[in-house]
């Protein structure tokens, strides 16, 4: 089978990466001519574990192509993903105009019976906008599916290929069945795929990850509440993760959600609910409460350091992506967090292993940049952790002492225990936990 995909940020490329994998033979399309040209030299874009190998085999192998032109792209395509981004627009509802901009040019490109796919995370009623934006110049039958993703970064090689289950929308059995073929390697184990109508299909990926915000902020509010009581949060997510209706995961406490999906896809959420005339109360506390989060950490140094204050103080802070295992610092956390330590007067020297490429775009010299984890440390008052990557888990206690001129950290992440930090003599102020003075 031959199919197309339009985009190729992660959404995209992990699509059409992984459906190479399977023997389909993939072309992806994109406008910026750059990025195209370094992906036919071999260079992938992105960082995303596992990822790379698979992306050079497949192209070695001539399964994985790239193209600006997207009559080209689609040519023999029997299938045709649309992975574009929908960015909020001034009022949080997702802007489909690059979606839509497609679908417009699809029509007249379209040669023959064509299945076209949703990828990107739309709001309910998009399928009905792309059939009627393709429908305009196109002469021949067609169907829209809707397929929302369930990739997390830093994971999404293996969510693609292993996926807990896939979500097909669609009202046409001839669509259902291209699909079913298209997807059957990666459900050999038995993974369900549900078959549903395409607006239910749209509401499922808005309503997963609406829900898993909302027990990360759930999560962070009893941790808030744990320090008010004597409390562990800590003890408190093992007491009610062993509940199976709860489950273990998404009960980290930290310091807010961020990345490219949890921010807009709530906002979406709330802003299609009030579209409806629906009141979402839950929806919007859950965003109240996760922009307070971000800054917490700021807070606590503002107690911490009292009437002396921020400013002219030098803190070094390691993580800047909005989780680990990826370079994505969409809504990250440390942005927050080092926009309001300027403000404050203070200065940064910042650490990050995939990340600081893409800050330093977005603010340029504004901090120093470390090359590696202890650089970042020398002379800084304290030390910010946003990201819990895993090379910040073990460090070397004695190394940071003597490099730090005080031993203060504030962990927005809870890598380390309370108890050692006590007894290694420093001031340790967590999340959700008793401050070690």
Not at 239 to 264: Q, V
Request: net charge neutral; proline share 4%; aromatic share 10%.
């Amino acid at each position: 089978m031959n199919i197309a995909v339009v985009g190729t940020g992660y959404v995209g490329l992990v699509t059409g990466t992984c459906f190479a994998e399977t023997g389909v033979h993939v072309v992806c399309v994109d406008i910026d001519k750059a990025k195209v040209q370094r992906m036919q030299n071999g260079e992938i874009p992105i960082y995303e574990p596992h990822l790379d190998g698979l992306f050079q085999r497949n192209i070695k192998q001539g399964r994985l192509t790239f193209t600006t032109s997207l009559e080209e792209g689609i040519k023999n395509a029997k299938v045709i993903f649309l992975a574009l981004p929908t960015p909020p627009d001034g009022n949080g509802a997702a802007d489909l105009k690059y979606i839509l901009q497609v679908a417009d040019q699809l029509g007249s490109c379209i040669k023959e019976y064509t299945v076209v796919v949703n990828k990107s995370t739309v709001p309910v009623g998009t399928a009905e906008k792309v059939r009627s934006a393709i429908a305009k110049n196109c002469k021949v039958e067609f169907d829209v599916v809707s397929n929302p993703e369930f990739l997390r970064e830093g994971f999404a090689v293996d969510d693609f290929m292993k996926p807990d289950r896939v979500v097909i929308g669609s009202s046409s059995e001839k669509a259902n069945k291209i699909m079913s073929e298209l997807f059957s390697p990666f459900v050999r184990q038995g993974n369900p795929v549900y078959y549903m109508d395409e607006r239910s299909a749209e509401l499922t990926k808005y309503a997963a990850n609406s829900f898993l915000a909302a027990k990360i902020t759930f999560m962070n509010e009893i941790a808030n509440l744990c320090e008010r009581v004597g409390a562990n949060v800590d003890m408190v997510r093992m007491g009610i993760g062993s509940d199976a209706r709860i489950g273990k995961r998404f009960l980290f406490a930290g310091i807010g959600y961020g990345g490219s999906c949890f921010p807009k896809d709530v906002q979406a959420l709330e802003r299609t609910s009030s579209d409806y005339k629906y009141d979402f109360k839950m929806l919007k506390s859950v965003m109240l409460v996760n922009e307070k989060q971000k800054l917490l950490l700021v807070e606590k140094m503002k107690e911490h350091y009292g009437e002396a204050g921020l400013k002219g103080k030098k803190f070094a802070l390691w993580g800047l992506s909005f989780k680990p295992d990826t370079d994505d610092i969409r809504e990250a956390p440390a942005l927050y967090i080092i926009d309001a330590l300027l403000k404050e007067g203070a200065t940064l020297s910042v650490y990050d292993p995939e990340a600081m490429k893409n800050v330093k775009q977005v603010i340029g010299e504004k901090v120093e940049y470390a090359t590696e984890p202890y650089e970042a440390l020398r002379g800084a008052d304290a030390l910010l952790i946003a990201t819990e990557w895993s090379s910040f888990r073990t460090p070397d206690f004695e190394k940071m002492t003597s490099l730090l001129k005080s031993k203060v950290i504030f962990d927005g992440r809870n890598l380390y225990d309370p108890s050692q930090m006590e007894q290694l003599g420093f001031y340790y102020s967590s999340i959700g936990r008793r401050v070690v003075k």
